[in-house]
């Protein structure tokens, strides 16, 4: 065993001293991007000096190290993929990629990865691209610092900024994805970190996610997107320190959950969306410490949520704080901060005297009749949710919160 390792080690030393690295230029031996793919040997380093290179799809099959410098371009000339991975330990960084064919079949992407382990796809830029980050039964990568900026107008004509599929322990992060259908979109993708991504402007949602268990999303912000961020058909996700903000619209949301199971909502932070978060079949989830801050809806509860727990977040300005539909099916609402709480505290300690009661009258008529929200601010409203308040009839008697807070809960929101 011990003469195996040696050799492992040996045969290590050799094929890393044994690397080259080779330089593509204009005025340089090899002038072509796809040529010194082919006569590369694994483990070199290929260096691509300033200039714009107009070429079809380049293979990369064999582990290389490819860096631009001062980000040459490379110009797909709208004929399919521009770059194509198809070996384990590949690293791509510093390029401009631009011009990716667009069709109404096949998802074509600036840099497409395919059955890699190991790989690192790092400050690129990619401009004009069908699909951005294409990444397909790949595992243990790297996708960080990158700028994907496209121009989208609809959902049928554009592709996603960074698309993983079928794929295991990737670490997206520090990437900026505008102008895209999705800026992030995972399918079957487990035990991953999205960490620190800027996704906004987006046609569809900043990110979208389905069938994807054990993931986390920490320091995100999502801003402004067509219907905010999807969740859906997932188990023990992890939420924490990102931004939901001005997402804006008749079918938009801040966080959309569907089909959720076990999960932790922290430290986060709802601004200005037409529904922070929009629950549907979640269960076993924590809602803490997070802010709802001048949304419509701060929460909104649909059919099927069991057993989860709404403590110590901060409810400021919404025009409904919860809307909920069905029995209390073991929801727990304690300790949280309410700006419409009009209780006392007369002993001092934080926590107010009596119950406070978050869904209002008004919240359970335009939930049956959403023609109703236009009355929103009148009079007539005022009057029926005081005259609930004073004895309710329509509204969950058991919903309640019996320790409001009279302080804001201190958020660690490093979004």
Same mark, same amino acid.
């Given at each position: ?74 110009? =797909? /000339?709208?004929? *399919?993929?521009? &770059? %194509? ?93 505008? =102008? /895209?259908?999705? *800026?992030?979109? &995972? %399918?079957?993708?487990n035990k991953s970190e999205i960490v620190g991504n800027l996704s906004r402007n987006n046609v569809r949602y900043g990110l979208h996610f389905m069938f994807s268990n054990d993931d986390r999303y920490l320091q995100n912000r999502f801003e402004n997107n067509g219907a905010g961020v999807?969740?859906?058909?997932s188990k023990r996700i992890d939420m924490r320190q990102n931004e939901f903000a001005l997402n804006w619209g008749s079918a938009s949301y801040g966080l959309l959950l569907k089909e959720i199971l076990e999960g932790e909502i922290v430290d986060n932070t709802f601004h200005r969306n ?25 929460i909104r509860f649909h059919g099927a949520c069991y057993d989860n727990d709404i403590t110590k977040n901060n409810f400021r300005h919404n025009a409904l704080d919860i809307s909920y539909k069905g029995p209390i099916n073991g929801n727990v609402f304690d300790q949280n901060y309410w ?77």
């Open positions: 065993m011990k003469i195996e390792k040696l050799l492992i080690i040996g045969l290590l030393l050799a094929s890393s001293l044994s690397a080259a690295s080779r330089t593509v230029g204009a005025e340089e031996a090899l002038t072509s991007i796809g040529e010194a793919m082919k006569v590369s040997a694994p483990g070199d380093t290929i260096f691509i000096q300033p200039g714009t290179y107009r070429e079809e799809t380049i293979y990369i099959d064999k582990p290389l190290v490819i860096i631009g410098r001062d980000y040459p371009v490379i110009d =797909g /000339m709208n004929k *399919g993929y521009i &770059l %194509e991975v198809r070996s384990d330990s590949v690293t791509v960084k510093g390029l401009m990629l631009i011009n990716v064919q667009k069709s109404y079949t096949k998802a074509y992407s600036a840099i497409h990865v395919y059955g890699s382990k190991n790989f690192v796809i790092e400050d690129n830029k990619l401009r004009n691209s069908f699909f951005g980050i294409l990444i397909e039964r790949s595992k243990e990568g790297l996708i960080r610092g990158n700028r994907v900026i496209g121009n989208a107008v609809t959902e049928q004509s554009s592709g996603n900024g960074i698309h993983a599929w079928h794929s295991d322990r990737l670490t997206i992060s520090d990437n900026h994805v505008e =102008g /895209m259908r999705d *800026g992030i979109y &995972l %399918e079957f993708v999807a969740v859906m058909f037409t529904i922070g978060i929009s629950a549907d079949g979640a269960s076993k989830i924590t809602f803490s410490h997070n802010n709802f801050d001048n949304n419509g809806w701060a700006s419409e709480y009009a209780g006392y505290d007369l002993d001092k300690n934080n926590v107010g005297d009596v119950p406070y009661r978050p869904v209002k009258l008004f919240s359970y008529v335009v939930n049956k009749t959403p023609e109703t929200i236009i009355l929103l601010r009148s009079l007539f409203v005022d009057i029926i949710n005081f005259s609930e308040k004073v004895s309710p009839i329509m509204t969950p008697d058991n919903l309640k919160d019996n320790r409001p807070l009279m302080k804001p809960v201190e958020i660690d929101d490093r979004s």
